[in-house]
């Protein structure tokens, strides 16, 4: 139902695809704050999927877009770091190079798209 809300929103575009997975990236944050993570399996197991065999852009997008949303959202609210037990090799990588790029690491943040 939250989506359904979401996307009957008069502002709703749905061309804007960041957003769109900054809204997604609020609901998984508000899911783990409720303890709620029973579909966290399933979720993270497309997140893998869409960072092995998508192009760069879907790459990019779930990296940004996705995974740091999260860590941005989760901000004031959890530890982020909650999430890490349901990521997959991949995503673990990205989200790691997103740590340490926000820690300063050039290197790290070159790294994201690869």
Do not use: C
Request: proline share 4%.
């Amino acid at each position: 139902r939250p989506w359904q809300d979401y996307v009957s929103e008069p502002i709703y575009d749905e061309d804007l695809l960041y957003v769109h997975l900054g809204r997604f990236a609020t609901h998984l944050v508000d899911l783990m704050e409720r303890g709620t993570v029973s579909e966290f399996e399933a979720v993270f197991g497309v997140v893998e999927r869409l960072l092995v065999d998508g192009d760069i852009h879907v790459r990019r997008a779930i990296t940004v877009g996705l995974l740091e949303g999260i860590q941005n959202v989760s901000g004031g609210k959890i530890d982020p770091e909650r999430f890490v037990p349901y990521l997959k090799p991949e995503s673990a990588r990205k989200w790691q190079l997103l740590n340490d790029a926000w820690n300063g690491d050039i290197d790290a943040a070159r790294r994201l798209d690869t």
